[in-house]
């Protein structure tokens, strides 16, 4: 903990709580109409933010623009006091060792069973053997999957497999957790159980971003929820509600 305050005086970033800012972003692809057209987003360190639109809204696009997947056709992207407009391109790994995502499909590695699912991402960042060996149970207990480390993701439940996907993402303690639809493939139960932990994993001090489109999550839970429609930011409420289409 105190290494990453360290980090972020260096950037001259201590002092600021905004986390996520997009300024007069946009994003065309190569074929068809722009994807996102000037989006203005503050996101506040420590908020619960849910993302909602139409399918081909731009909701991904926005998801992918904030991990540096791609690089914005114009406007401004800073994340965590990364300028993701200017990043040199050996820095994006150290950038994204701060961010968990999570996605709709959860894309874990199908021959490896729970533990290994969830070591990996700590291998990756050369953390010591004897550390991974601390940290992968305890954050299995945390996502309620203590007893499941040895199964394989095809003898788990979609829900189960997400778990295991959380876990993986929140391993390396990110400073914010982007979810891309991560109950698209669950049931009603398990998806509030999902949104449940999501929420949890906030309280306890993560920046939390939930793409989504379970309308009826989404009004019982009563966080802030931005609307996307055709690339735009239409509305972006505190405590709001899944705005129906009205046409
Ligand atoms: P959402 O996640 O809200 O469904 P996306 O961000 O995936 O929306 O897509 C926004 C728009 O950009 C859609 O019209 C989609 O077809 C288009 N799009 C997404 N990815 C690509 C791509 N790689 N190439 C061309 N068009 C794309
Ligand atoms: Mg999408």
Do not use: C
């Not at 946009?26 to 399918?55: C, M, N, Q, W």
């Not at 480390?149 to 914010?176: D, F």
């Not at 793409?211 to 690339?231: D, Y």
């Amino acid at each position: 903990m105190a290494r990453e305050v360290r980090g972020r005086r260096r950037r001259g970033y201590a002092g600021s709580d905004e986390i996520i800012t997009m300024k007069n972003v946009s994003k065309a692809y190569a074929t068809g109409a722009p994807a996102l057209k000037g989006v203005d987003l503050h996101i506040k360190r420590g908020e619960f933010v849910f993302i909602v639109g139409d399918s081909g809204s731009g909701k991904s696009t926005m998801i992918k623009l904030l991990l540096r997947e791609l690089v914005p056709s114009s406007g401004d992207i800073n994340v965590m006091g990364y300028d993701l407009t200017r990043i040199k391109h050996r820095k994006i790994p150290k950038f994204r060792r701060n961010l968990g995502i999570v996605f709709q499909d959860f894309r874990l590695l199908k021959d490896r069973n729970v533990y290994e699912n969830v070591a990996f991402a700590q291998r990756i960042i050369q953390m010591p053997s004897k550390d991974i060996k601390r940290n992968v149970p305890s954050i299995l207990a945390t996502v309620g999957l203590a007893g499941k480390y040895k199964a394989k993701p095809r003898q788990l439940s979609g829900g189960e497999q997400q778990r295991v996907a959380i876990a993986r993402a929140l391993v390396n303690r990110p400073t914010i957790l982007l979810a891309d639809e991560p109950t698209g493939n669950l049931d009603p139960k398990n998806s509030w159980e999902i949104m449940k932990l999501l929420e949890q994993i906030n309280e306890n001090g993560t920046t939390v971003l939930v793409v989504t489109h379970n309308r009826e999550i989404v009004n019982a839970m009563q966080k802030r929820v931005v609307t996307m429609k055709k690339g735009v930011i239409v509305s972006d409420e505190e405590k709001g509600g899944y705005i129906d289409d009205e046409d």
